[in-house]
């Protein structure tokens, strides 16, 4: 439920956008306070995918595998 959220709430703020009061605190402190929560929650999920990559692919076997070595050496050639 929280994902389809996510994934709609850009197209939420476009349309929020144009519709809010400008001269009204509330919607706008409302308007700020969406817009940074939800670049809060992409930058977390960069993190978090950035974490994972590193804890996956980080590995020191990767780099001392003969036949990864090879195989890049033979591309490369």
Do not use: C
């Not at 809060?40 to 990559?53: E, F, M, P, R, T």
């Amino acid at each position: 439920m929280i994902q389809k959220i996510i994934r709609w709430l850009p197209l939420f703020l476009l349309i929020f956008l144009f519709i809010i009061d400008r001269e009204n605190i509330v919607h706008v402190a409302t308007y700020i306070f969406v817009l940074l929560s939800y670049t809060g929650v992409l930058v977390l999920k960069i993190l978090y995918a950035k974490d994972n990559w590193h804890k996956e692919f980080g590995n020191e076997k990767f780099g001392k595998d003969a036949a990864l070595e090879n195989q890049a050496i033979s591309k490369s050639e």
